[in-house]
Structures are given as structure tokens and as C-alpha cells.
């Protein structure tokens, strides 16, 4: 059983670089997620998925941008990087059925430096 | 405002005895579900428990209960006989919005079970 993949698991980043963090999840769910964790920290909401088509911004957009081609993908977008988008990055899928409505499924991670 | 709040940075446990981690919440919706989950130093992010606005008994899940006081607006986790492996950061989270499933977190509690 994938789940939820995350690539790439570790990146070094330059100042101005660009990178997309990749996500795809095999278990049909509608809602996708995109999380970041600074060191010691909750997790922030970057932007999230309704379904293939939507999505919204969470508390912390500004720097990124999504996309949801596919109800399968939700690569994550990072634009002119800066020093304060280092983080821990995680992707997370959810489905309203089940037992455990809305219960997040997540990736394992993904730990951008930005230098 | 914050939507989440756990205000107890670290907390110790002696093994074997019982342990609870406060969270409260705040919403407006009258339809909303509250997670715990636990990450481990090795970064993971698991799924513990789950409480439904609508459910009338507290949840349950092995040595995981979830105190759910709707009129205060807290949902304490209450972790009995702690094992050295329940040493993690614990974090409260909120599903709110009806269909839009947006999630955000707390900024977590992290427990120390001593030997």
C-alpha cells in the first residue's frame, strides 16, 4: 500500500531557485493537503484541495502555488525560494467516508534548506 | 484567533501512569471532528483518534481517550499506562467547514515518559 508519496524526501535549495515538491496519493481521495513544519513547531496549512480542479489557500500561502490536474496529484510550487521557506513539508490526503471522517493520511515528509 | 490551542509545551510522565494533554478549540460550526495524532522524533506524523461535534460518547482507541467537553470546547487526550515509546510531540487537530475538510493543527505538546 503507497498512501501518500512525497518527493523529493531531502532538497538544498539556492535563494531565487525554483522547485516543485511532488505528491500523489493511490486512494482516491478528494481532499489533499499541503502542511509545513518549522523546527519545533505545529504544522501550517499551505494550501489545500477540495477535489481535482480546487483548490484554496490555508494560513501561510504567500511563496507558493498548487495545481490539481488529477484526483491522484497535488504538486507543490515554490517560486524565487527564500531563506524562510525552510522547512519540513507534508503532504496529506483525506477522504469523508469511513469511520474516521476526515482523518489525514500523510506522506513522510519532505525537508527543504533554502541557502 | 487561534483555532487550536494546546498550552502545555512539554509535559513529563512517569511510565505505566496515566497522562493527559489539554486542547481547545474554537469554531463556529456546528459540524466539526477534533484528531490527535503523534509524531516520534523519527518524523511521521500517526493517526491516533478521532471525535466527531455530533458523537455522544467520548472515543476510544486502546490506551487513547479523548475527554470531549463540547460546551468548553476542549478535547484532552488521555494516554493511560504510558510506555517509554509514547515519548513523541502530540498535536490536536480540527476538521472544519463542512465539505471543504480544511484541517488545521495545534502546535503541539511534547511528552516525556520517564523510565
Known amino acids: 500500500n503507497a498512501g501518500v508519496t512525497q518527493t523529493p524526501k531531502f532538497r538544498i535549495l539556492k535563494i531565487g531557485q525554483s522547485m516543485t515538491l511532488q505528491c500523489t496519493q493511490d486512494?482516491?481521495?478528494?481532499?489533499m493537503y499541503w502542511y509545513r513544519q518549522d523546527p519545533g513547531m505545529g504544522l501550517k496549512l499551505i494550501y489545500y484541495?477540495?477535489?481535482?480542479?480546487?483548490?484554496d489557500k490555508g494560513e501561510v500561502p504567500n511563496g507558493y502555488n498548487v495545481s490539481r490536474s488529477t484526483t491522484e496529484d497535488f504538486p507543490l510550487r515554490l517560486e524565487l525560494a527564500a531563506p524562510s521557506q525552510t522547512s519540513v513539508y507534508f503532504c496529506?490526503?483525506?477522504?469523508?467516508?469511513?469511520?474516521?471522517?476526515?482523518?489525514?493520511?500523510f506522506g513522510e515528509g519532505s525537508r527543504l534548506t533554502v541557502l | 484567533a487561534q483555532k487550536i490551542t494546546q498550552t502545555q509545551p512539554g509535559m513529563f510522565v512517569q511510565e505505566k501512569e496515566a497522562v493527559t494533554l489539554d486542547c481547545t478549540y474554537d469554531?463556529?460550526?456546528?459540524?466539526?471532528?477534533l484528531f490527535w495524532y503523534k509524531q516520534p522524533s523519527s518524523g511521521e506524523m500517526i493517526f491516533l483518534i478521532y471525535?466527531?461535534?455530533?458523537?455522544?460518547q467520548n472515543a476510544t482507541e486502546g490506551r487513547y481517550s479523548l475527554n470531549f467537553q463540547k460546551a468548553r470546547k476542549s478535547a484532552n487526550l488521555v494516554i493511560s499506562a504510558s510506555q517509554l515509546g509514547d515519548s513523541a510531540m502530540y498535536f490536536c487537530?480540527?476538521?472544519?467547514?463542512?465539505?471543504?475538510?480544511?484541517?488545521?493543527f495545534g502546535i503541539g505538546t511534547k511528552l516525556q515518559v520517564i523510565p
Open positions: 496529506a490526503s483525506s477522504s469523508r467516508q469511513g469511520p474516521n471522517t476526515g482523518e489525514l493520511f
Open positions: 484541495s477540495v477535489g481535482a480542479g480546487i483548490t
Open positions: 487537530a480540527m476538521r472544519e467547514g463542512g465539505g471543504y475538510q480544511k484541517v488545521t
Open positions: 471525535q466527531g461535534s455530533y458523537d455522544q
Open positions: 486512494m482516491n481521495h478528494n481532499y
Open positions: 469554531t463556529s460550526d456546528p459540524s466539526y471532528g
